[in-house]
């Protein structure tokens, strides 16, 4: 199993997009974070996590499931870090890969010690992107693939139905 861990105001505040977003509102500049991680998730198949410390949401430790991606808000007095540190301990094991995304150089150093991989920011970026255009190629081939009608039937025939279907005959 791939897990990522996601330290999302780290990510929000390296992306040109979410940084245009967070200028005018925290909120859309998360909630387009969850977005694109959820897309990454349901293409990429690993399980995404995504941390946002307290510093911008007060309150209590909370966990939710958007779009099957976890987010985890931490403790009022808590850092992303060490909400980050601490689920790299828990979820390492010999069955499980661990990928950190922050561009936080101090985070990274630290989760690469305790066995987790790391990912800056812009790596996840271009992975991102690339994704996306492996999703387009796949819509273009199958689109490409799909047979014009069920019946196999020359072109002019076509073309021929579809004056009637429209009504141009």
């Known amino acids: 199993m791939v897990v990522l861990i996601v330290d999302g105001y780290n990510i929000i505040g390296d992306w040109d997009e979410l940084k245009l977003l967070k200028q005018k509102d925290m909120s859309q500049a ?22 946002f410390d ?8 909370s966990k939710l499931k ?11 007095k808590e850092t992303a870090d060490e909400c980050i540190e601490r689920l790299v301990k828990k979820l390492k094991n010999v069955k499980t890969r ?30 991102l992107e690339n994704l996306n255009r492996e999703i387009s190629n796949s819509v273009i081939k199958h689109e490409n693939s799909k047979p014009k009608s069920k019946i196999p039937l020359p072109d ?14």
């Open 30 to 51: 998360r909630d387009r974070l969850i977005e694109l991680m959820a897309e990454y998730q349901a293409y990429s198949g690993c399980r995404v996590i995504i941390v």
């Open 54 to 61: 307290a510093y911008y949401v007060r309150g209590i430790e």
């Open 66 to 76: 958007q779009f099957k991606v976890e987010i985890i808000y931490t403790k009022e």
């Open 98 to 127: 661990v990928y950190v995304a922050t561009s936080d150089y101090t985070e990274q150093r630290v989760t690469f010690g305790q066995g987790a991989l790391r990912k800056s920011a812009r790596e996840l970026a271009i992975e």
């Open 156 to 169: 002019d025939i076509l073309e021929k139905f579809e004056k009637w279907r429209r009504g141009d005959m």
